[in-house]
């Protein structure tokens, strides 16, 4: 494999990510406005069909969470061979975890559906176009590891060069035949840019990092490599889990309240969604930092690395949703003509100023603490309190305060989850996880 740099950079790895997440999120929303072109009901089932996706996409971030960390831990401690066995070992498991979600998809479909609550108008739709879009999710997870393994490499670039021509033939291929073919036609797009991607990132594995997985390799699995990352993968994969499950309590506590409030609510949201990009890739790219730091052994660099992120993130995210709140008017107008719902959701994106710096602390120290090795503490921590303040604070405030209830729910679950992850890594409990991970890392093989 290719030497790699001393001390890895943010800023390199930061704006490629940066651009890879915002450009997920327009074409999201590109996609939406395709499906809706052909009809409402075309809208409603392809978002239902996405919810089903996004679910089982969860499964892919227990080997996908852990394959960034691990590997980047051995990459920095220069253990090249156990790198590469990393590497071989991620694709064989998304190989199990991609057909497995492949099967689901295929086999209960109709089940999956009718568990969402979908309108009888919208299952004829919704079903042949998950069923269809079924092996993109065997597609995704190959590409997710691969993509997850180019970044830990340091070659953020490369993996954002696949995922602009990926959307690009996507979106092209969905304009051609969705006219014709409605979401079948939008499924067999995807499916064809998925094995677009699949092809340049099998390339760019031989090119690049000097990787040519044999046969075999697509379906090996190695367990002593998988173990180690679902080590981290597990809590990473079950913490993401719980949030999603306390968010959906949420919801349906403001889907009691009326129609105003909820797409109040869900237009809210979507401004969030971009609020939330600059911490998210800071914290993305901390992870890469942080676990070829930990690998190389350098434990003081890391904690000064992270301090340094965290003004970055914290600023960031107090200045996008500053600027949000004060144009808070307008945003919502882009979405509804209705005087309250524009109302109601200008008063959200207030506080939107408290939540998102409160956000900053999760998204940046979560990830350095998984790359440290401290995966179970941010588990632990993250179900608590979104069983408790997020679900059961939407509950009990949303009663007593409507939607600003709710939201106030939000700013404190986010805040009482960032500071105690804060408080662990300033006392430095992280340390003897890096440890541990360091000699785990080096005794898979024999220093380059």
């Known amino acids: 494999m290719p030497h790699l740099p001393q001390t890895p950079r943010l800023w390199p790895l930061l704006w490629p990510l940066f651009v890879e997440l915002a450009l997920g999120m327009a074409v999201g929303v590109v996609a939406t406005a395709l499906a809706a072109r052909v009809s ?16 089982l996409f969860l499964l892919f971030r227990i080997v996908g969470a852990g394959i960034g960390v691990v590997l980047t831990q051995a990459l920095g401690a220069g253990q ?80 954002l060069a696949v995922l602009v021509a990926m959307n690009a033939l996507q979106l092209v291929l969905a304009l051609l035949l969705m006219p014709k073919f409605g979401l079948v036609g939008f499924a067999l797009a995807v499916l064809a840019s998925r094995l677009l991607a699949l092809v340049l990132h099998a390339w760019l594995w031989r090119a690049r990092l000097g990787l040519r997985p044999a046969l075999a390799d697509w379906w090996r699995w190695r367990r002593a490599e998988v173990a180690a990352m679902m080590h981290i993968g597990l809590p990473g994969a079950g913490e993401n889990l719980g949030w999603r499950l306390s968010f959906m309590v949420s919801v349906a506590v403001v889907a009691g309240m009326g129609t105003q409030q909820l797409a109040a609510h869900a237009y809210a949201y979507q401004v969030l969604h971009f609020l939330l990009l600059s911490s998210l890739a800071i914290g993305l790219s901390m992870e890469i930092v942080i676990g070829h730091l930990v690998g190389a052994g350098r434990l003081h660099e890391a904690d000064r690395r992270l301090r340094r992120a965290m003004r970055l993130a914290f600023g960031s995210a107090f200045v996008a949703a500053l600027a949000a709140a004060l144009a808070g008017p307008w945003l919502m107008r882009q979405f509804s003509s209705d005087e309250r719902i524009v109302a109601l959701g200008a008063q959200l994106l207030w506080l939107a100023v408290l939540l998102e710096p409160g956000r900053a602390f999760n998204l940046v120290v979560i990830n350095a603490l998984r790359a440290s090795g401290d995966a179970r503490y941010p588990l632990y921590v993250g179900i608590g309190s979104q069983a408790l303040v997020l679900a059961g604070g939407s509950w009990l405030l949303g009663a007593w305060f409507g939607l600003f209830g709710v939201f106030v729910a ?34 898979m093989g024999t220093p380059a």
Not at 92 to 97: E, H, V, Y
Request: proline share 4%; hydrophobic share 60%.
């Open 80 to 159: 090249r061979e156990a790198a590469r066995s990393l590497a071989l070992a991620a694709l064989g498991a998304s190989s199990r975890i991609g057909l497995l979600c492949t099967l689901i998809v295929l086999l209960a479909a109709e089940p999956l559906l009718r568990l969402m609550n979908a309108p009888a108008e919208a299952l004829p739709l919704a079903l042949p176009f998950l069923q269809v879009l079924a092996p993109a999710l065997l597609l995704d997870a190959w590409n997710a590891s691969m993509a997850g393994v180019m970044r830990a490499h340091l070659r953020a670039r490369d993996a």
């Open 410 to 443: 939000y700013v404190a679950d986010e805040w009482i989850r960032g500071l105690l992850m804060w408080r662990r890594w300033l006392r430095r409990d992280w340390l003897a996880h890096a440890r541990a991970a360091r000699r785990r890392v080096r005794a």
């Open 40 to 55: 409402d009901t075309a809208a409603g089932a392809f978002a239902l069909a996405n919810h089903v996706q996004i679910t």
